[in-house]
């Protein structure tokens, strides 16, 4: 199969989360990667525990399919060797503070200059201008204030963080997202650009239909336990061997959940005949719902619920479901030979494109291993390798 | 930059025609992307496989349908679907969230889309595919969310240890898929340039949740350890967490050692770093309860305001945990431009969180998204027919067989 951007060449300057999300993302859709690390430990996160062998998972799930070379940005040879490489590439992606990159040389006034084909896609915590431009982030310091935290939880508990790192992996989606529509306007009208994103940004702007709340009523949404937040009953429930999800607020459901439940009193019920009613009496229409669901198995009821078409489902562990059908039947998981490691599990992409699933089969690189390859492509030979080599702008092994 | 030269300057997407037949979240919202990027996105509503706007709230509308224009065919209607095909004909993307068999009930299915507009790029979002092997669990647009969050393990990660798990705040795995689908839509347009093949581009709300787990899943592949919810906090790292200060609460995400010494400087604890039970990540993980139990009070002395500039100063990564509105209203927020003001049809001004991209071009030019309100449904039918070539009469008999409408009642 053909990738997409089969022909695309990404310089990939960033590491931990975000950035190498992004670049993971292209290099899924065809982009030939050539990541730029550090010639000590190279990305930061590649000590990130657990290891797999030599390698760490961390990197791996982030890194498939991408090459991997070293060079110190910071020595002259190594920012000369990079600009020489910014002239081979379409895309050039940094997740940097704002700064460092003209500390180095490297920022969109002096690129454009020379390479006016160039998409520069920078993205930082806070972003290149207003007044927290040059606060350190970190996920959790993204979700707290983008009120990710305050919204997730229990309303008479203290809040909790979204499990999973969604400011980094959105802020990296929205980065790709901004690296092709500017190849496509490049395409339009011969220019690149440079795109300067933040992980804020991308978090208020995913507040979306929560954010509206706000601005139509003038109240701030807090959160919700699981339970939705006009309508009843929709949450997630403790059964008798642990926690499950239904969700029965049209009539119809209801009339079917009452039915499952063996409850007709329920429908009887004036405070629970409709879905807002059910909502004003939700506390006691919940406590209800709690005794009667916990006198049977998670799997019990969702097979009972799933027999009348109620919406329910348990609530799965991170290996209950990497390792249930209806994941495994996607083919998401792949199994392949790392280098290293040896024979690895990884996730590919969630894309499929042509009826074919993207990112499988992709290995993250062991660090430099492409150092001699690219260098050479640009006209670095063997001694001039050397020499590097010798200064310590590139590693020498791996 | 000021509002009048952002509009002036085109969006990257300028000049590509997205048809949305979106009947959830997730599609609603690619078409959202798209749209804030300068692409001309028309939502084909009307229909009974069309957009179901009794299960849209007026808060939907306008958080995921600006910048959009409507039209209203029913798809149902055999001149209707004549109708959409023409349309389909004049345009790049179609964005569905149809299973496969409703695809063929349409006639929008891949062999007759491949012969009746071969260069479309075609795009689906479901809930757990086009067409699902296993049983799934039965749900609708309500239910979707819930239900995707709980089976694909998110849920569980979320929440206190010990207590319950909980839905996230947001609907990621909407949202999420909604940009996946704009990520292998533009993946196609890049590479499809004018070679004129037809690319089909399929993203499955369960698929996307199971990608969000990411490093988290691979651990797992790793050393066969299943993470569990931590609050606030994290699997490896301590302190990552929030605390409680004394008028809200305040996180602190230490992640290096240098960070580790400045947080003990700062709270007056930077004995601690001589000692050598707390000496790195592994051992402050495994002595998290005490050092939890040291920190707390400390951090419970003084307001949310005072820490975070007491952590500025010693450059700690920190920050207040602030509502919905308290991040909407953050100076940094407003000053990014992340809130726009837009005119509603009945004369008032709202807000919307607005699109995040900022880009800038290399001839000075500079495009930030802005926000135009919502459609009224089938408010664009007659302009969108016109440009396709149809004339006054021929709409008119269009309108009348009810193939299509200016309107839709609610």
Redesign the interface.
């Known amino acids: 199969m053909s990738l997409p951007l089969k022909g695309i060449r990404v310089l990939d300057l960033t590491r931990m989360f975000a950035g190498p999300c992004a670049t993971e993302a292209l290099a899924d859709l065809g982009a030939e990667v050539v990541k730029v690390e550090e010639p000590r430990v190279g990305d930061p996160t590649r000590r990130n525990l657990p290891l797999w062998g030599p390698e760490s998972a961390y990197y791996m799930s982030l890194n498939r399919g991408k090459k991997s070379i070293t060079l110190d940005l910071k020595s002259p040879e190594g920012k000369r060797a990079a600009l020489e490489l910014i002239g081979t590439c379409d895309v050039l992606v940094e997740n940097y503070r704002p700064g460092v990159m003209a500390r180095l040389g490297l920022d969109w006034e002096t690129l454009s200059k020379v390479h006016p084909k160039l998409i520069l896609c920078s993205l930082s915590g806070f972003g290149a201008t207003g007044s927290l431009r040059d606060k350190i982030s970190f996920d959790l310091v993204n979700q707290a204030m983008a009120g990710m935290i305050d919204i997730t939880g229990d309303p008479e508990q203290r809040p909790v963080r979204i499990g999973v790192p969604v400011g980094d992996m959105a802020g990296g989606l929205y980065l790709a997202v901004a690296a092709l529509a500017a190849l496509r306007a490049r395409d339009r009208t011969g220019l690149g650009s440079w795109v300067d994103l933040a992980l804020h940004d991308v978090l208020i702007s995913l507040l979306s239909n929560v954010a509206q709340r706000f601005f139509s009523t003038g109240e701030t949404p807090t959160r919700t336990g699981s339970r939705h937040r006009d309508l009843a009953p929709q949450g997630c429930y403790r059964a008798n061997d642990g926690w499950l999800v239904l969700s029965a607020v049209t009539d119809e459901d209801w009339q079917a959940l009452v039915g499952v439940l063996a409850a007709p009193e329920l429908s009887e019920d004036a405070r629970f005949v409709t879905a807002q009613s059910r909502k004003k009496y939700e506390p006691i229409l919940d406590d209800i719902l709690e005794k009667r669901l916990q006198e049977c198995t998670v799997a019990q009821w969702s097979s009972e619920f799933a027999k009348v078409g109620v919406a329910a489902a348990p609530v799965n562990s991170l290996k209950t479901a990497l390792e249930s059908p209806l994941v495994s039947e996607r083919e998401i998981i792949f199994t392949a030979e790392h280098p290293t490691v040896g024979p690895m599990r990884n996730l590919a992409s969630p894309l499929v494109l042509d009826g074919h699933r993207v990112g499988t089969g992709g290995i993250s690189p062991v660090l430099g291993a492409d150092t001699a390859s690219v260098l050479r492509e640009i006209g670095y030979d063997d001694e001039a390798l050397a020499k590097l080599a010798d200064d310590g702008v590139i590693r020498t092994t791996a | 930059m000021d509002a009048d030269r952002a509009a002036a300057t085109p969006?990257?997407?300028?000049?590509?025609k997205v048809i949305e037949l979106a009947t959830a979240?997730a599609g609603s919202?690619a078409g959202?992307?798209l749209a804030d990027?300068g692409a001309d996105v028309v939502k084909v509503e009307g229909g009974q496989y069309a957009s179901t706007p009794s299960s849209e709230?007026?808060?939907?509308r306008?958080?995921?349908d600006r910048n959009k224009r409507s039209v209203v065919i029913d798809v149902e209607h055999p001149t209707g679907r004549e109708v959409l095909l023409r349309l389909l004909a004049h345009s790049d993307v179609l964005l569905d969230e149809y299973q496969t068999d409703d695809l063929i009930r349409l006639g929008l299915d891949d062999t007759t889309l491949r012969d009746a507009v071969p260069h479309l790029v075609h795009c689906s979002v479901t809930p757990?595919?086009a067409a699902?092997?296993?049983?799934?669990?039965?749900?609708?647009s309500?239910?979707?969310e819930?239900?995707v969050?709980?089976?694909?393990?998110?849920?569980?990660?979320?929440?206190?240890a010990g207590?319950?798990?909980?839905?996230?705040?947001?609907?990621?795995s909407d949202?999420?898929?909604g940009?996946?689908a704009?990520?292998?839509v533009?993946?196609?347009?890049?590479?499809?340039?004018t070679s004129g093949r037809h690319?089909?581009?399929?993203?499955?709300k369960?698929?996307?949740a199971?990608?969000?787990?990411?490093?988290?899943?691979?651990?797992?592949?790793?050393?066969g350890?299943?993470?569990?919810?931590v609050?606030?906090g994290?699997a490896?790292i301590f302190p990552?967490?929030?605390f409680?200060a004394r008028d809200g609460?305040v996180?602190v995400?230490p992640?290096t050692q240098r960070f580790w010494r400045n947080f003990c400087a700062a709270t007056g604890r930077a004995d601690l770093t001589q000692v050598d039970t707390y000496k790195d990540?592994?051992s402050r993980i495994r002595e998290k309860e005490v050092l939890l139990k040291l920190f707390e009070p400390i951090l419970a002395q003084k307001t949310v305001a005072e820490w975070v500039e007491i952590f500025?100063q010693a450059?700690v990564?920190?920050?207040?945990?602030?509502?919905?509105?308290?991040?909407?209203e953050?100076?940094?927020?407003v000053?990014?431009e992340?809130?726009p003001s837009f005119l509603l049809e009945n004369g008032q001004y709202?807000?919307?969180?607005?699109?995040?991209?900022?880009?800038?071009?290399?001839?000075g030019t500079s495009y930030v998204p802005t926000v135009r309100r919502p459609p009224g449904r089938g408010e664009d039918t007659v302009t969108v027919l016109s440009t396709m070539g149809h004339d006054r009469g021929e709409i008119a008999e269009l309108i009348a067989m009810g193939a299509v409408s200016q309107k839709m009642e609610r």
């Open positions: 969006g990257p997407l300028a000049g590509l979240r919202f959202t992307v990027l709230s007026d808060d939907d306008l958080a995921f757990f595919g699902p092997i296993s049983e799934t669990p039965k749900v609708d309500t239910s979707a819930l239900v969050q709980a089976l694909s393990g998110n849920m569980d990660l979320t929440g206190d207590g319950p798990p909980f839905e996230l705040g947001i609907p990621l949202l999420g898929a940009i996946y704009v990520i292998g533009l993946g196609a347009v890049v590479g499809g340039g690319s089909r581009v399929e993203v499955a369960m698929d996307v199971v990608a969000l787990l990411s490093y988290m899943a691979v651990g797992y592949f790793a050393d350890d299943s993470p569990t919810r609050g606030t994290h490896t990552y967490n929030a409680r609460e996180v995400a992640f990540f592994a500025r450059d990564p920190a920050g207040p945990v602030l509502t919905v509105q308290g991040a909407l953050l100076a940094h927020t000053e990014r992340l809130t709202t807000r919307s969180a607005g699109s995040p991209f900022k880009f800038h071009y290399a001839d």
